[in-house]
C-alpha cells in the first residue's frame, strides 16, 4: 500500500510524495526539512518536508504549477530557496550554517559542482547534446565528470540502453531518432 509521507504543502494542497516502494535498507540518502521557496509573492514550497531512503522508489504528484519541478531544482540548487535543508547522505547541499552565529551562506560553486556530480536529473524536455550520437551522449558525463575509462562507459552504456529496450538502435545514429 502506498503510503503519503511528504509533509508540508506545494502551491497546490493536492500534490504529494509517494512512496511506491518499501525501502530495501533505511539508509536516508535524501532528506528534505522545511524547505520553502517563493517567486516574488507567489510561496510555491511551504515547509516541505521529506526523506528518499537508499533503493526507495518516490513519486512527486500534482497540479501542473505546483511546484514539482521547483522542488526537483532545488536538490541540486538550481533554484536557490528562502529556507530549510538539503542533506544527500547526510552531507549539507547548498546551504551550511554557521555554527556560530546561525547564519547560513551559500557553499562554493566547486562544492556544489561537486555535489551536482552525485545526482542525476532528467529534465522534461530533455536536453541532449543534438551534434552526438545516443551512445556518446550516454558516455559524456561519466567520461569527462568522473573520468570513467571510455571503453567502461560504453560498456555500461550499451547496457543501460538494452534495460530500455533500445540494444538494436544503432548507437551511431542520430541522437533524435534513437530518443523519440
Ligand atoms: N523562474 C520562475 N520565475 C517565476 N515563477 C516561477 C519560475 N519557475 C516556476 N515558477 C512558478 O512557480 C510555480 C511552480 O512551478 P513548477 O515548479 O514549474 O510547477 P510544476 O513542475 O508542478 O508544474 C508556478 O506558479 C510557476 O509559474
Ligand atoms: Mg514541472
Redesign the pocket.
Known amino acids: 500500500m502506498p503510503s503519503l509521507f511528504m509533509e508540508g504543502t ?3 494542497a493536492s ?1 504529494s510524495a509517494i512512496e511506491l516502494a518499501p525501502p530495501p535498507q533505511q539508509r536516508r540518502m535524501l532528506e528534505i526539512a522545511g524547505l520553502r ?1 517563493r ?2 509573492t ?1 510561496e ?1 514550497l511551504r515547509d516541505v518536508s521529506l526523506a528518499v531512503s537508499a533503493g526507495e522508489v518516490v513519486v ?1 504528484i ?12 532545488c536538490i541540486n540548487l538550481l ?1 536557490e530557496y528562502e529556507r530549510g535543508s538539503i542533506t544527500i547522505d547526510g552531507e549539507p547541499i547548498g546551504y551550511r550554517v554557521d555554527g556560530r552565529t546561525g547564519k547560513r551562506f551559500r557553499m562554493s560553486e566547486r562544492e556544489i559542482a561537486a555535489a551536482r556530480q552525485r545526482i542525476g536529473m532528467v529534465f ?1 524536455s530533455y536536453n541532449l547534446f543534438p551534434h552526438m550520437n545516443v551512445l556518446q551522449n550516454i558516455v559524456a558525463a561519466p567520461v569527462r565528470v568522473k573520468g570513467v575509462e571510455r571503453g567502461q562507459a560504453e560498456a555500461r552504456a550499451r547496457e543501460l540502453l538494452a534495460m530500455v529496450g533500445l540494444s538494436e538502435v544503432d548507437p551511431v545514429c542520430e541522437t533524435a531518432g534513437a530518443a523519440s
Open positions: 506545494l502551491n497546490d500534490s521557496k517567486f516574488g507567489v510555491v512527486v500534482g497540479p501542473s504549477g505546483s511546484g514539482k519541478t521547483t522542488l526537483l531544482r533554484e522534461q
